[in-house]
């Protein structure tokens, strides 16, 4: 895509300047060809010279930085992937105390246990209780009480 992107820049670009660098190009092909330049070189040059051109410097110059752009991507995936796994463990973690303790954890309860804070574990059981997989209620002394149903006794 880059690689595209950059052939179109690149295509408008030789447009735009063609005027402007057009004796720079002739002095160069005179300097590499001599008077022989037209022979090689038509003097007007085409709309599909310009896209030829621009496909190559394109592709040179864009390749490289789509290949940069996919290994970013790439790393990117990776840690992504790392966080959700580390999420996903500290979830069977959540649940298997909620087992532990018939299903009922608090964040406290969590972060007493385990290398979560408190906060981080408070954004685990809520996302858990938003996607219907604990239920919320309040003890008398006011703390927050998840309860995770089917690991009460006599639940199977």
Sequence with gaps: MIVFGMIICIWLLSLWLQPILQPYVETFLLSIYGDRYKAYIPYEMTALHYVVYAMALGFILGLPL????????SKWLKKLKFRESLESENIRFILSLARDQQGYVTAADIASQSTLTIEKAQNILSKLQKDGFADLSVTEKGDILYYFEGFSEGEV
């Design 66 to 73: 789509e290949i940069k752009y996919k290994r970013a991507k």
